[in-house]
């Protein structure tokens, strides 16, 4: 996700919840420190296009794929990053992202599934949302200003986390990716014209990688 699958589980106890604040910056750096930016992929490209496949190895392999996407994430100077943006076809995303209070949430989710929130509970936040496959482009988008996302850290372990405001339209947003959506799907056809608009008047500040020409 760039700055600026439903379940049906009930409310996660508070006590569930992964703490994903505690040494923070010292988290982002030892994964960034080991990993490699990769290039990323954009709108079109057939990867970012369909479910991708459960992570089923939690393995060196997941550890350096993990720590690229760290890499990777903060080369582009985004808050969050799902596996899919790199070109690989597996359920795991990252995220450094702040909260509307600030505080800084660093962490990685593989199998993500969102809670589904009871009607009564959703309060939209329209904020603006942009993607790092998507460069240069923003666009407002109505999302639930708090979300809950379960799934599997890097060594398997069940982990729940949970997100409001900008961080909850984060894990909602990276969780998306991993199934095939982009935000711009949830745009009506007159704002994705408008979103692919800026996109093409801007230059990514990040590499990319070209989609095929037909």
Do not use: W
């Not at 057939?46 to 392999?61: G, I, N, S, W």
């Amino acid at each position: 996700m760039a700055q600026q699958q439903e379940s049906k589980a009930g409310p996660a106890r508070a006590e569930e919840f992964v703490d994903d604040t505690t040494d923070a910056a010292a988290r982002e750096e030892a994964h960034t420190g080991r990993g490699t930016a990769r290039p990323l992929t954009v709108v079109g490209n057939p990867v970012l296009h369909r479910e991708c496949r459960e992570v089923t190895e939690f393995d060196d392999a997941l550890a350096t794929l993990i720590d690229d996407m760290f890499a990777s994430q903060r080369a582009a100077e985004g808050v969050g990053l799902a596996a899919n943006q790199i070109g690989v076809d597996l359920k795991v995303f990252v995220y450094d992202c702040a909260d509307d209070e600030g505080v800084r949430h660093v962490g990685v989710v593989c199998n993500p599934v969102l809670d589904q929130l009871p009607a009564e509970e959703r309060v939209l936040d329209d904020g603006s949302e942009g993607c790092l496959s998507v460069p240069g482009a923003y666009h407002p988008l109505a999302r639930p200003d708090y979300a809950v996302v379960r799934g599997q850290d890097a060594q398997g372990k069940p982990i729940v986390v949970q997100g409001t405001g900008y961080f909850a339209r984060c894990l909602q947003h990276e969780t998306d990716h991993l199934y095939g959506y982009l935000y711009t799907d949830r745009l009506s056809k007159r704002e994705r014209k408008d979103v692919f608009q800026q996109m093409a008047e801007n230059t990514p500040r990040y590499e990319t990688v070209p989609n095929d020409q037909p």
